[in-house]
């Protein structure tokens, strides 16, 4: 019988890869993002209607001072994180985490999937030449290296099979897509909204002008390939 030795858990966000003297930066371009969500209901509003309704003590915390404070616990909460995994020194690690329409998307998206492959690929985030380069600094805190990283496929099975017989609906996926990646942030949500008719090229190209990024007509040309049809 295996024995849990160890439960860890983190928030994941921009601000993680970025300095606290960067996190101002990365804000400001909230002020022209027409998508952002809401907590906790994850409703859509422009950032005027969400500093409409937030507490004004929050610009307290909003100080060069304070937030590089923030930034300073938060490295040092993930440098205990790390040592804490080493020291307990684990047979296998069991890594559960949310999917950004990375590794799924509409066409099959499941309440639960085990990766059962011999080994899983990561690859670095490619926010092109024309992204922000706020936005480029940040995408850093995905690695800079491609590599193969090994998955115990055995046991991704085992807990497959003893998950169905327990009455879970559970999906499982073996191989990745040769070309991966997804929506991650308000352009790329914009994008997938128009590929599926939600919203007209047109709107689409004033969301991604006002989100300071280059020609929209380019989106055709985004949308090719497997996993964006």
Known sequence: ??????????????????????????????QA????????????????????????????????????????AYQKAIATLEKTLKDANPDVVVIVGDDQEEMFFDDNMPL?????????????????ESAPQIVRDSARGYGDVDMDVPVDAELGLHLIHHLVEADFDVGHIRYQ?????????????????????????QKFEE???????????????????PSRS
């Open 1 to 30: 019988m295996a024995k849990i030795v160890l439960g860890l858990g983190s928030a994941h966000s921009p601000m993680l890869s970025l300095g606290g003297d960067r996190w101002s930066e990365y804000g400001e371009r909230d």
């Open 207 to 225: 969301i991604k002008t006002s989100l300071g990024q280059e020609d929209p007509r380019e989106l055709e040309d985004t949308l090719q390939g």
């Open 33 to 72: 993002n027409p998508m952002l969500a809401a907590a906790p209901g994850g409703e859509v509003m422009t950032y005027e209607e969400l500093l409409s309704q937030a507490d004004p003590a929050i610009a307290k915390a909003l100080t060069p001072e304070k937030l590089q404070a923030q930034h300073d």
């Open 177 to 201: 897509n040769k070309e991966y990646g997804g929506a991650v942030g308000p352009l790329e949500v914009a994008e997938r909204r128009c590929a599926r008719g939600d919203i007209t090229l």
């Open 112 to 128: 639960f999937s085990i990766y059962w492959g011999e080994s899983m690929r990561l690859i670095p985030r490619h926010t092109g």
